[in-house]
């Protein structure tokens, strides 16, 4: 199956600060999403994005599928940033392979 | 609008107890699925469901049945709870056709002593 590895696994940074987060996958893909999941465990869908760039707010992705990564960019960190941020990919669009995640922290 | 919901929040099992996890969701999704989440690890795929009455095996489904018999309802069970089992378990459903984001419920954290 498709492996997925995300980098950095841990991330700490100041409020206001950028970051960014990556996502390796090791074939072709469908589907791509990704997910924060916040400190009281609820999983919160942040892009569908295959292909391309998106952009909700301070965060965007961008998607390289011929080079089988992903980005995932957070604009002036809030402490409610706070979290673990998943990338999930698909071959086909049916069944999500998930990566172990950035756990990100961001102090006040 | 509720969107996906999970019933119970919480639950405690002896080994070989059983017990049924109930996910119900209402935006009218054709797919449903259900992961387990252990410490340090991603999401894994137990079993999901692609429409009514269809169910199809996962990536970990060994010690787990599942039934969708009603379109907006799916059913994780456990025969004989197992130590190993002991997770926090999430349901989540998506709109075949459509974007296919996968929108989850709250999670179940069950523990099996």
């Known amino acids: 199956g498709i492996q997925v590895e995300q980098s950095p696994p841990d991330l700490i940074l100041q409020e206001g600060a950028n970051s960014t987060l990556r996502c390796n996958f090791s074939d072709s893909v469908n589907n791509l999403q990704w997910f924060h999941q916040n400190p009281w465990g609820q999983l919160i869908n942040l892009f569908y994005?295959?292909?391309g760039t998106k952009q909700n707010g301070r965060l965007s992705a961008t998607t390289v599928a011929t080079e089988r990564y992903s980005l995932l960019y957070i604009s002036s960190s809030q402490t409610t940033d706070s979290g673990v941020y998943f990338c999930?990919?698909?071959?086909?669009?049916?069944?999500?392979?998930f990566g172990t995640g950035t756990r990100l922290t961001i102090i006040p | 609008n509720a969107g996906v919901t999970q019933t119970p929040k919480f639950r405690v099992l002896k080994t070989g107890q059983s017990m049924t996890l109930l996910c119900a969701q209402d935006m009218n999704h054709e797919y449903m699925y259900w992961y387990r989440q252990d410490p340090g690890m991603g999401l894994r795929l137990i079993h999901y469901s692609v429409g009514e009455g269809t169910t199809a095996k996962g990536e970990v489904p060994d010690g787990y049945n599942v039934s969708r018999l009603k379109k907006q309802n799916f059913l994780l069970g456990l025969e004989s709870a197992a130590p190993s089992q002991t997770s926090v378990y999430f349901c989540?459903?998506?709109?075949?056709?459509?974007?296919?984001?996968?929108?989850f419920g709250p999670g179940t954290r069950l523990t099996v002593t």
């Open positions: 999930a990919v698909a071959g086909g669009n049916e069944k999500l392979t």
């Open positions: 989540a459903s998506t709109n075949a056709g459509g974007s296919y984001e996968q929108y």
């Open positions: 994005i295959p292909s």
